[in-house]
């Protein structure tokens, strides 16, 4: 197979190629790159394997990094662009089913495909679209099927991660994984649990983002995977809810979490403890929990000028992508139009502050300033009072005691 009219991507990537081709050595694309320019999908990095070994492509190249030379993969800086050239290599065992003990780079660009988990992700490229394909990644991406290179035990020995990289390509490519595979995954998929949570948290969202999750979600159940993903061992019904919904494709990472903690009806302390276990940042727990109170409101048609204020547009727009899948949804030109309206979106918009209490009204420091504040601020946005500095000074002072 040769490929037309590569992505302007692997264009400007071709002189790289060519430079490590002129000094005598072979080099190609590999990857999901290539998986993807084939399946007419936007392409991200493109990566790089060749024959070479690290020292040698650094002799090739005048600015290089040694991003990961223990395992082969130097990146190379080339007219502002990155890119991570890793040489062809075998890997012994797996003792913790993570990372091999053992790298040894190799000439062969059959042994280093061998070595990859899935036989789509196990495709090269030359510089002039020529697909080499040695596991017949072509015929299962026309079949839409999901199988392991080689014996399927084995890739998952070698890295337990590769199970959860099955399932999300089943959700995301919206393909079949392949029965010897599927099984293999319900064979070993304790050995998920010597796998960092990051890393599975990547697969996970992603699965949870794909173009079809309630097939990943499927796999996913199975094989048994989810008993050993943090706190997932007793949500067994929340994946069939999620599973019986409306394909509607989610957009956001914390879309996705806020839809499962509002199935799981969770309190703000549960979606605290789950995303925690998930080791999420400390900004996306927050808006989730935000936005799964939202969910609840929106259900209840308790959406007031308040609610809209202190939740701020983004939780509203991650709440309300939620609301619409579970059948309950606002018209977002609706909810848009009526957070324009609130008279002030932050506290600081408002024409009086501490200081202004303390000095035209001879206020001291302490608690009472603060009630006061908080007063003007929840009457301003429900629309009780103008957000004028001579009418806010007059209704603080009536409350001064």
């Known amino acids: 197979m040769i490929i037309q009219n590569l992505p302007v991507e692997f264009e400007e990537a071709k002189e790289v190629l060519n430079a490590i081709q002129h000094a005598g050595f072979e080099a190609y694309f590999v990857g999901g790159s290539v998986r993807d320019t084939i399946l007419n999908l936007k392409i991200h990095d493109v990566d790089i394997a060749t024959s070479a070994y690290p020292s ?3 002799r090739i190249f005048k600015k290089t990094v040694d991003t990961g030379i223990e395992h082969g993969t130097v990146t190379v800086l080339d007219h502002g662009r990155a890119y991570e050239i890793t ?3 075998t890997e012994s065992t797996y003792q913790d089913f993570r990372r091999p003990d053992h790298v040894e780079f190799v000439r062969s660009l059959k042994d280093d495909l061998k070595r990859r988990d899935l036989t789509i992700n196990a495709l090269a490229m030359k510089p002039d679209g020529e ?12 079949e839409g099927m999901i199988r392991a290179v080689g014996v399927a035990e084995e890739r998952f020995h070698e890295d337990a991660l590769r199970m959860m990289r099955a399932v999300r390509f089943a959700s995301q490519l919206d393909f079949i994984i392949e029965k010897k595979t599927l099984n293999a995954i319900h064979h070993n998929a304790h050995l998920l649990s010597n796998v960092a949570v990051e890393r599975i948290h990547v697969e996970w969202v992603k699965l949870l983002l794909g173009k079809n999750p309630q097939a990943g979600l ?3 159940m199975a094989t048994e995977l989810y008993h050993y993903c943090p706190l997932f061992s007793d949500k067994k019904q929340v994946f069939n809810k999620l599973m019986n919904l409306n394909s509607s494709q989610l957009t956001e990472e914390e879309a996705a979490w806020t839809l499962l903690c509002y199935l799981s009806n969770l309190a703000s302390s549960g979606v605290k403890e789950l995303l925690r276990a998930w080791k999420s940042s400390n900004s996306l727990i927050s808006n989730v929990i935000v936005a799964t109170e939202l969910v609840t409101l929106i259900r209840q048609q308790k959406m007031d000028s308040w609610t809209y204020y202190r939740s701020g547009l983004h939780c509203l727009r991650i709440a309300n992508e939620v609301a619409v899948i579970l059948g309950f949804g606002i018209n977002e030109d609706i909810l848009e139009q009526k957070y324009a309206a609130l ?4 506290k600081h918009e408002l024409q009086v502050d501490g200081g202004l209490l303390i000095n035209r009204l001879k206020m001291k420091p302490g608690p009472q300033l603060g009630v006061i504040l908080e007063r003007l601020e929840h009457q301003v946005v429900n629309g009780e ?6 009418l806010l000074l007059t209704a603080a002072s009536a409350w001064v005691k």
């Open 385 to 390: 009072l103008d957000n004028q500095q001579d």
């Open 218 to 220: 499927k796999d996913f």
């Open 131 to 142: 697909v080499i394909d040695h596991f017949e990644g072509l015929r299962d991406l026309k």
């Open 87 to 89: 040489t062809f290599r």
């Open 56 to 58: 040698e492509v650094k």
């Open 343 to 346: 008279p002030i979106k932050d």
